[in-house]
């Protein structure tokens, strides 16, 4: 009687934890996806602010008198997933400082957005120093 006992309290146990560690897996995998699109994007969005900190980019997103060569960064990670960051200047025309929005999309959907100024108006040899006003991921 005892070991019937010990063998139907297993046999309703058993299952049950078999689904806990099925659910853990799932949302471990999704995770893991989640993390490396937030990664890439985190990423990207680190090298344009790279790319247009650089005295060859100190025109890059001003809406008159600039020119800059690309309206874009993009970066691919060793996984191969690739994240686009775009840059709209949301300053004023007469401002001696670039503040630029930074908008970093991976398969087309937004990830992660920046508000970042570049102090043009302070020089340095290794480039303009930058501001991070805000800095969001979305899911």
């Given at each position: 009687?005892l ?11 058993i299952?049950?934890?078999?689904q ?11 995770l ?21 900190r ?18 874009q960064?993009q ?8 994240a ?9 025309g ?29 020089p ?5 120093p ?6 969001t991921?979305?899911?």
């Amino acid at each position: 009687m005892l070991a019937l006992g010990f063998l139907m309290m297993f046999s309703l146990l058993i299952p049950a934890l078999l689904q806990l560690g099925a659910t853990n897996l799932l949302a471990t995998s999704r995770l893991r996806t989640q993390r490396a699109a937030v990664y890439v994007a985190d990423g990207a969005t680190e090298g344009a602010i790279q790319f247009l900190r650089q005295s060859s980019s100190a025109n890059c997103g001003r809406p008159i008198g600039g020119t800059c060569s690309l309206t874009q960064f993009q970066y691919t990670d060793p996984s191969n997933v690739t994240a686009t960051t775009t840059w709209q200047f949301v300053g004023s025309g007469f401002d001696y400082d670039r503040t630029l929005a930074l908008t970093t999309r991976v398969d087309g959907v937004p990830r992660v957005t920046a508000k970042v100024v570049f102090r043009d108006s302070i020089p340095k040899s290794g480039g303009v120093p930058v501001d991070v006003v805000d800095w969001t991921y979305k899911r």
